[in-house]
C-alpha cells in the first residue's frame, strides 16, 4: 500500500485541474474560478518563448478578506489570532481576530486617504511588532501589495529594494529592538535609503516606540506619524472594505536573501498562494484551525515569516506567535520552550542555526528538559526546520528530545524551500489526508506520518514535480548527485515571473536547461525510497580530482566530532586534484571550560580524527586539505545561511599569501565583524603554515 502522502502527491500531480479545485473551493472567492490551471507560451521581448502557466486564471480574491472578515462573519472574532511575545520590551499582547479586522479596515481607511491604490507597491520596513501585521493586511485589504524588507537591514541594502519596488509610499518604525543590543534607530537607514535611491516614495508613515521615537515626522515634508493618523481616521469613522484582485495579480514581492548577486523580487500571486498556503499549513504543518497555534520564529522580512507568522495560520483561523527576542540572550537558551509553554504551542517551526544556538549555550539541553518535565511540552506536535540543510545529529537529538517530552507521536520535520516556492517543496505530511483526497479517506483516523530520516528534507509537497539532473539535463540514477531542478507548472505558490524583470526570470531559472526544467540552484539527490536530499547550493559544490562533492555532506560528517560545534567547509584550490575541501571549525564549548585564545590550527590529534571522520563518512577522496579553528568566524546572512562564498575567497587569497585583499561581502551580511575575525583566522593559520614548512615540520 502507498504511503497517503504519495498518494495525494501522485494525484496532485496526474490531475491538478480537479485536486486544485477541490482545495480552492475551501476559500473565500469574490469571483469563483471555473478551473484550476491555464498553460501558455510566454514570448520575451528578447524573442526568446519559455513555458508559462496561470492558476485559477478568471478568479478573483481578497486574502485579508480569507484572513480575517471571513473568520468574524463566521462567529469565530473572539478567537485569539495573534499573541505578541516580545522579550526585549517585557510587552505581551493578545489580538482577536475581531480586534484585528477592526485595526486592519482602520488603517487601510488611511493607506486610502493617503494616496494607496489598487496595484500599488508599499514597502514595509519594521520590527516584529504587531503593526506590522496589520500594516501588511491593510496593504492586501486594498489590493495593493507589499514589500517587506528585513528590519535593521543596512540603508544600502534598503535602497536597492526601494529602487527595485518604486513602492508608492513606505511603512515603518522609530526602531528596532535587536536582542540585547538595545533600540536600533531606523531613521538613519530610511532616511539614508531614500536618500541613495533615484526613486523617491512620496511618504513614509512612522510607528512610534517608546523605547526610541523618531523626532516629528509630521514636521518633515512626506513623513506621517500613523498613529495619529489611525486616531484621526477612527475620530472620522474611515475605514476600507476589501478590494478584491484577480487571481494571478501580485499580493506581495520579497526579495530573496542573497547569498548571491543583486536581490530578486518574487511575486507572489494572490490566488495561487492563498490556496496552495492553506494546504501546506493543514497538511504540512498540522495547523487545522480555531485552537490550534503555530510558532515560526522567522522574521516578517522573510519568506517564512509571511507564510507561517502570517498567512497561513491567520487563513485556517488559527492562533500564531509573534515573537520579537533571540533564541538565546532574551534571556536565555531556553525562550523558545518558555513560549510554548505559555501559549500550548502545536507547531515550533525554526530554523537548524537558531538550535545550533541554542545548543551552544546550552549543550545539555538543560532548559528543554526543564520544561519537558513538568509538563510544559505536551502540547507539541511538530518541530519544523528549513532555511539550510539540518545535519542528522541536531535532527536526533531533538528527536530524541520531542520524543520524551511533546505529544505522542511528535516529530522534528526537515522541510526544503525558498523564497520562489512561496511554500515548502519537501517535508513530511503530518496531518491526515481528510479533506485533501476527496471523498476523505478511510485511512484518516490512523494517519501516521512517514518516517523521519535524518539529513533528508523529506519527500515533495502536492504539485511540486523534483527531479535530480546532471548539467546537461539528463535525469540521473537514484541515489546520485546533481542538480535539483523542477518541472514547470510548479505548485500554486510558486513563483512565474519577477517583478518587474522577465528577462532575469528566464535566465536565473529556465536558461540553464532550456525551459525544460526550473533550476533550484540546489544540489542534492533523491535516495532510492524517493526522499529528497538538498545537500548545497550549486555553487556550494566542490570539484575534488573529478568527484563532486557537497559541502554540506562533508560539514555533516565533521559535525558528527563530539567536539565540534560549527563547521562550514569551502573548496581550497590544490594543483594535483583541482580542489580539496577545507573546513572551518568552532569547537564545541563545555560551561565552565577555558574560553580563551585558541591557536588557528588545531592540534595534529584533532585534525587527524575529524579528517578520518571526513573519510569514513565521504570517502578518502574527500580528505580536508586544512582546518582553521576559531570562535565567531563563520559569517551568515541575516536570515541565517552561511556565507560559504566569503570563506571561500579569503582562503583562495590565503593560499596565494594575500591576506588583505578584498572580498566580497554581501550587504545581507549578520555581522561584518565576523569576516574580521576569519581573515585573521586565515592569515594565522597561513604564516603558521609557512613557518611550520620552513622547520621542515609535517603539513596539517
Ligand atoms: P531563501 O530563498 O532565502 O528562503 O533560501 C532558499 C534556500 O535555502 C534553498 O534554495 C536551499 O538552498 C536552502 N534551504 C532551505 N531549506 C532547506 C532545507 N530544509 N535543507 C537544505 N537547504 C535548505
Redesign the pocket.
Not at 538538498?534 to 547550493?537: D, E, L, N, S, V
Given at each position: 500500500m502507498p504511503h497517503p502522502q504519495d498518494t495525494v502527491q501522485e494525484l496532485s500531480l496526474r490531475d491538478p485541474e480537479s485536486f486544485w479545485r477541490h482545495h480552492a473551493d475551501l476559500l473565500h472567492w469574490h469571483r469563483k474560478p471555473s478551473r484550476a490551471l491555464r498553460r501558455t507560451t510566454k514570448t520575451l521581448p528578447s524573442g526568446v518563448s519559455h513555458p508559462h502557466w496561470t492558476w485559477f486564471p478568471d478568479g478573483e480574491i481578497s486574502t485579508t478578506y480569507n484572513c480575517l472578515d471571513r473568520h468574524v462573519a463566521a462567529g469565530r472574532g473572539d478567537n485569539v489570532a495573534i499573541i505578541w511575545e516580545s522579550p526585549v520590551t517585557g510587552s505581551k499582547e493578545k489580538y482577536t481576530y475581531r480586534r484585528l479586522l477592526d485595526e486592519v479596515e482602520v488603517l487601510a481607511g488611511v493607506l486610502r486617504e493617503e494616496g494607496v491604490r489598487k496595484g500599488d507597491v508599499v514597502l514595509i520596513y519594521m520590527p516584529m511588532i504587531p503593526a506590522a501585521l496589520i500594516a501588511a493586511l491593510a496593504i492586501v485589504r486594498l489590493g495593493a501589495m507589499h514589500a517587506a524588507v528585513f528590519g535593521g537591514f543596512a540603508a544600502t541594502s534598503l535602497a536597492q529594494r526601494i529602487e527595485a519596488a518604486k513602492p508608492r509610499m513606505i511603512m515603518t518604525a522609530s526602531c528596532g529592538i535587536e536582542g540585547t543590543k538595545g533600540p536600533l534607530a531606523y531613521r538613519p537607514m530610511v532616511e539614508g535609503a531614500i536618500e541613495k535611491s533615484s526613486f523617491k516614495p512620496e511618504k513614509v508613515i512612522i510607528w512610534q516606540r517608546d523605547q526610541l521615537r523618531w523626532d516629528k515626522p509630521d514636521k518633515l515634508a512626506g513623513q506621517r506619524n500613523w498613529q495619529r493618523l489611525v486616531k484621526s481616521a477612527r475620530n472620522r469613522g474611515v475605514r476600507a472594505e476589501a478590494v478584491p484582485v484577480k487571481s494571478n495579480e501580485g499580493l506581495y514581492v520579497i526579495y530573496?536573501?542573497?547569498?548571491t548577486g543583486l536581490p530578486k523580487g518574487v511575486i507572489r500571486e494572490a490566488g495561487g498562494h492563498a490556496v496552495g498556503l492553506s494546504l501546506s499549513i493543514r497538511y504540512l504543518f498540522d495547523i487545522n484551525g480555531p485552537g490550534d497555534v503555530m510558532f515560526c520564529t522567522s522574521d516578517i522580512g522573510?519568506?517564512?515569516g509571511h507564510c507561517y507568522i502570517l498567512y497561513g495560520p491567520l487563513m485556517v483561523g488559527a492562533t500564531s506567535i509573534l515573537y520579537e527576542g533571540k533564541p538565546v540572550g532574551t534571556p536565555d537558551a531556553g525562550a523558545f520552550w518558555r513560549v510554548v509553554e505559555e501559549h500550548k504551542v502545536n507547531t515550533l517551526s525554526t530554523a537548524?542555526t537558531a538550535l545550533r544556538a541554542i545548543r551552544k549555550d546550552d549543550p545539555d539541553n538543560k532548559f528543554f528538559e526543564e520544561v519537558g518535565r513538568r509538563g510544559g511540552l505536551k502540547t507539541l506536535r511538530g518541530l519544523f526546520?528549513?532555511?539550510?540543510?539540518?545535519e542528522p545529529s541536531i535532527i536526533r537529538i531533538y528527536q530524541d528530545l520531542l520524543t520524551k517530552y511533546a505529544a505522542p507521536g511528535a516529530n522534528v520535520v526537515?522541510?526544503?524551500?525558498?523564497?520562489?516556492?512561496g511554500s515548502p517543496i519537501?517535508g513530511l505530511a503530518q496531518h491526515s489526508t481528510a479533506g485533501l483526497l476527496a471523498p476523505a479517506s478511510p485511512q484518516d483516523a490512523a494517519y501516521k506520518p512517514l518516517p523521519i530520516k535524518p539529513g533528508s528534507?523529506g519527500k515533495p509537497m502536492p504539485g511540486f514535480d523534483v527531479r535530480i539532473v546532471d548539467d546537461e539535463g539528463n535525469e540521473v540514477p537514484k541515489g546520485t548527485m546533481g542538480n535539483v531542478v523542477m518541472v514547470t507548472p510548479l505548485a500554486p505558490t510558486g513563483l512565474t515571473t519577477l517583478f518587474n524583470d522577465e528577462e532575469r526570470f528566464y535566465k536565473g531559472y529556465l536558461k540553464r536547461f532550456n525551459g525544460r526544467w526550473l533550476d533550484?540552484?540546489?544540489a542534492?539527490m533523491i535516495d532510492e525510497d524517493g526522499y529528497i536530499h538538498?545537500?548545497?547550493?550549486s555553487d556550494d559544490i566542490i570539484n575534488v580530482a573529478a568527484h563532486r562533492f557537497s559541502t554540506?555532506a562533508i560539514e555533516q560528517a565533521i559535525l558528527s566530532h563530539p567536539d565540534v560545534g560549527e563547521a562550514s567547509v569551502v573548496g581550497i584550490p590544490d594543483p594535483l586534484k583541482g580542489h580539496l575541501p577545507f573546513a572551518f571549525i568552532q569547537p564545541r564549548t563545555t560551561p565552565g571550560s577555558n574560553d580563551g585564545p585558541i591557536p588557528a590550527t588545531p592540534m595534529p590529534e584533532l585534525f587527524t580524527s575529524i579528517n578520518t571522520l571526513v573519510r569514513e563518512q565521504i570517502g578518502a577522496i574527500a580528505s580536508l586539505g586544512g582546518i582553521i579553528q576559531g570562535r565567531n568566524m563563520i559569517p551568515k546572512?541575516r536570515?541565517g545561511?552561511t556565507l560559504r562564498r566569503v570563506l571561500r575567497e579569503l582562503v583562495e587569497n590565503g593560499v596565494k599569501g594575500d591576506f588583505d585583499a578584498k572580498v566580497n561581502v554581501p550587504p545581507t551580511v549578520e555581522d561584518a565583524e565576523v569576516v574580521t575575525v576569519a581573515r585573521g583566522r586565515v592569515r594565522e593559520y597561513f604564516e603558521e603554515r609557512e613557518g611550520a614548512k620552513k622547520m621542515g615540520r609535517a603539513k596539517l
Open positions: 530573496t536573501s542573497g547569498t522573510w519568506v517564512v537548524p526546520l528549513a532555511g539550510e540543510r539540518s526537515d522541510h526544503w524551500w525558498s523564497t520562489e516556492s519537501s528534507a533550484t540552484g540546489d542534492g538538498i545537500m548545497a547550493r554540506g546572512t536570515s545561511k
